[in-house]
C-alpha cells in the first residue's frame, strides 16, 4: 500500500519535460531536457536498485541547472534525495538539497512505473517522440517491470518466520 509518493512526467515543448515528485511532505517540480537520457538513466537507476545495488544516481539536465537523484538502499528501504546544481558536472556537496525521503523500495519502484505508464497512456509512444525528441524508454520501463516482479514473486514465494520450510511440518 502507497503512503502517497507520485511522479508525474509531463511533456513541455519539444524536448522538455516537468517530473513532479509529491509525498505526504513536499511536492517538488524538477526540469528535464532530452539532451540527456533523464527517463532511461532514472528507470535505470531504479532497476539496480531492485537487483540490490545499495547506491544509484540520476540526472535530469535543465541546461544549465542540473537535478541530480541519488539513492541509497538500506534492506528493503532507500533514501531518495534531490540535489540542484547549477551545472550537471558539479559535485554534490555543490548542490542544495531540494527534497529528500525515505521509501520501501516497493512503493518507489510502483510509483515510477505507474508514472511511465501514464505517461504512454497519454501520448503514446509516437506523440512522446514527437515532444521529447527520443523514443519512449520502453526498454528501460519493461526491464524495471519484470525485475520488481521477479523480486516481488521471490518474496511471496519466501517463507515467513511462522512458515514450514521446503519438507518441514
Not at 101 to 113: C, F, G, K, T
Request: one cysteine or more; hydrophobic letters at 35%.
Amino acid at each position: 500500500m502507497t503512503i502517497g509518493l507520485r511522479l508525474d512526467w509531463r511533456l513541455d515543448g519539444h524536448g522538455w519535460a516537468d517530473c513532479t515528485v509529491t509525498d505526504l511532505h513536499a511536492s517538488i517540480v524538477l526540469t528535464a531536457s532530452s539532451i540527456t537520457s533523464a527517463p532511461e538513466e532514472f528507470l535505470t537507476a531504479l532497476a539496480r536498485l531492485t537487483v540490490g545495488e545499495m547506491e544509484s544516481r540520476a540526472q535530469f539536465e535543465a541546461e544549465p541547472t542540473a537535478y541530480r537523484w541519488i539513492f541509497y538502499r538500506e534492506d528493503e528501504h532507500v533514501w531518495v534525495r534531490v540535489l540542484e546544481l547549477r551545472d550537471g558536472s558539479d559535485h554534490d556537496n555543490k548542490g542544495t538539497e531540494l527534497w529528500s525521503s525515505q521509501y520501501a523500495i516497493d512503493e518507489l519502484v510502483r510509483a515510477a512505473i505507474r508514472c511511465f505508464d501514464h505517461v504512454a497512456r497519454t501520448y503514446g509512444e509516437s506523440g512522446y517522440r514527437g515532444k521529447w525528441g527520443e523514443h519512449f524508454p520502453r526498454t528501460e520501463l519493461e526491464a524495471l517491470r519484470r525485475l520488481w516482479n521477479d523480486r516481488r514473486h521471490l518474496h511471496s514465494a519466501q517463507p515467513g518466520p511462522h512458515q514450514p520450510r521446503g519438507g518441514e511440518r
